[in-house]
């Protein structure tokens, strides 16, 4: 089992950078395929970008494609989601999820496939 606590979000501009963070506790985080997804008010769950095992292997959304980045650094238990060119629309309370998996490269693209949860971080861009 793993427990996942989001930090980083915050209030900032359209055109800002932030870093969201993950840490996760428990055991064995490398075995983790460690996803990042957001929600807006009034809105369903959305993939925003997803990371592999072994951090070599990325997916991201359309919607953030260029502008965002995912990686991992399984010594330290923690996966960064460093957002760029901020804009409003990216104004949503921000997820980070993990699921075991067995294969290095393996990433986990929709909220069904995801067994660990973590509270969120709210991310506002305002414009």
């Known amino acids: 089992q793993v427990q996942l606590v989001e930090s980083g979000g915050g209030l900032v501009q359209a055109g800002d950078s932030l870093r969201v963070s993950c840490a996760a506790s428990?055991?064995?985080?490398?075995?983790?395929?460690m996803g990042w997804f957001r929600q807006a008010p009034g809105k369903e769950r959305e993939s925003v970008a997803t990371?592999?095992?072994?951090?070599?292997?990325?997916y991201y959304a359309d919607s953030v494609k260029g502008r965002f980045t995912a990686s991992r650094d399984n010594a330290k238990n923690t996966v960064y989601l460093q957002m760029n060119s901020l804009k409003p629309e990216d104004t949503a309370v921000y997820y980070c999820?993990?699921?075991?998996?067995?294969?290095?490269?393996?990433?986990?693209?929709?909220?069904?496939?995801?067994?660990?949860w973590g509270q969120g971080t709210q991310v506002t861009v305002s414009s």
């Open positions: 999820a993990a699921r075991a998996v067995s294969t290095p490269s393996t990433t986990l693209q929709t909220v069904y496939e995801y067994d660990y």
């Open positions: 990371i592999s095992r072994n951090g070599y292997n990325t």
């Open positions: 428990g055991r064995s985080f490398s075995s983790y395929s």
